[in-house]
């Protein structure tokens, strides 16, 4: 699976960005979904999880409430809708695969693809 990620951009504190990531290859509706994102001089950590089956969604709780995450299987997209952003929300975004639902909770997935940077200026 290769993932291409967009959508990052900046926009001013209580704005919003729509991220997408595209996905190759015809499995892709078979594979957990998540965005994790690293702002600088921190650690890697998870956003936002999908489960490929059922469509039940994981969120990190700073997120919660202002995140959405959303998956369209007929287009290998995934999504994330963000609101109400917050200059800590500043990090470098990506989006990543697995098929295994821990493997995305925890950050160790399979597939990984480049990132997209997020800046919110206050």
């Known amino acids: 699976v290769q993932l291409q990620a967009c959508g990052g951009g900046l926009v001013q504190a209580g704005g919003s960005l729509r991220l997408s990531c595209a996905a190759s290859g015809r499995t892709f509706r078979t594979y957990h979904m998540g965005w994790f994102r690293q702002a600088p001089g921190k650690e890697r950590e998870f956003v936002a999880g999908i489960y490929w089956g059922t469509a039940t969604t994981y969120y990190a709780d700073s997120v919660k409430g202002r995140f959405t995450i959303s998956r369209d299987n007929a287009k290998n997209t995934v999504y994330l809708e963000m609101n109400s952003l917050k200059p800590e929300d500043t990090a470098v975004f990506y989006c990543?695969?697995?098929?295994?639902?821990?493997?995305?909770?925890?950050?160790?997935?399979?597939?990984w693809g480049q990132g997209t940077q997020v800046t919110v200026s206050s």
């Open positions: 990543a695969a697995d098929s295994y639902l821990a493997n995305v909770v925890g950050g160790t997935c399979a597939y």
